[in-house]
């Protein structure tokens, strides 16, 4: 049994890959703040065991405790590999930092950056003596690699997130029992995230209109051509650990 950790799988590219892995084979565990109930259907239609847990990633003092849950309903002795894909994300505050209110920076990294570092902690802790193979694929963005105007806490945490990554790719590399890490910029989706974007005011987003026309233009990947990417990286033997990739750098 192949089992599978999804953030965010409710909607976006979480639900596109989740639905990719339905398989009879598989065993999916989906968290995100509530459960897509066509999803259920789906993975139950095709006979593949699926779990949802709706969770609130911004709580981040509850995720270790989350997580423990998860692991003790998993024997693990039935397992051959298991992955963790920390997509779940939030870009809002969309605006100058002086605009922002404290909880909306607070809340920004704590889903962001937080509750990612939590999650991986917590996933290498409870499979020290397991022996299969274990992956963390963080999505991750290319905002974490400049800067963008009134994005200021969604830039900082990305790339706080790819830095994170190379460090956990590094102390893993001195294991012969070894997790697998990478960080994925999943480029411009057409997502709900990216309406998000189109609404922003000029003056909160200096760029709002070139992201107007991403999507006029067609330009927007779809979710399930990037969640193709990430089901490659869950079984490429030419991992890069540690590694902070593009999408469209990916064959």
């Not at 233009?217 to 051509?225: A, I, V």
Request: hydrophobic share 35%; with cysteine; aromatic share 8%.
């Amino acid at each position: 049994m192949n089992v599978f950790i999804v953030t965010g799988a409710s909607r976006g590219l979480g639900n596109a890959i989740a639905r990719k892995l339905v398989d009879k084979k598989n065993y999916l565990l989906c968290i995100s703040r509530k459960t897509d109930e066509s999803l259920v259907k789906y993975a139950s239609e095709r006979q593949c065991k699926l779990s949802f847990y709706e969770y609130d990633l911004s709580n981040v003092s509850e995720i270790e405790k989350l997580m423990d849950t998860i692991f003790d309903k998993l024997n693990l002795k039935e397992v051959e590999s298991i992955s963790l894909i920390n997509n779940a994300g939030t870009l809002s505050p969309i605006k100058p930092i002086e605009k922002c209110k404290d909880t909306e920076i607070i809340g920004n990294i704590h889903v962001n950056l937080i509750a990612p570092i939590v999650l991986t902690s917590s996933f290498i802790r409870n499979l020290n003596s397991f022996k299969g193979d274990k992956r963390v694929i963080n999505i991750s963005s290319g905002a974490g690699k400049k800067p963008l105007y009134g994005w200021s806490n969604y830039c900082a945490s990305k790339a706080g997130l790819d830095l994170f990554t190379q460090c956990v790719g590094l102390e893993q590399n001195t294991y012969s029992n070894t997790v697998k890490i990478v960080s994925l910029a999943p480029g411009i989706m057409d997502t709900k995230m990216q309406e998000e974007i189109r609404k922003t005011e000029k003056e909160d987003f200096q760029q709002v209109e070139k992201f107007i026309d991403y999507k006029k233009n067609g330009n927007l990947l779809p979710t399930d051509y990037v969640a193709e990417k990430v089901i490659k990286l869950l079984s490429d033997k030419e991992f890069i650990q540690g590694g902070v990739i593009d999408v469209r750098d990916m064959e």
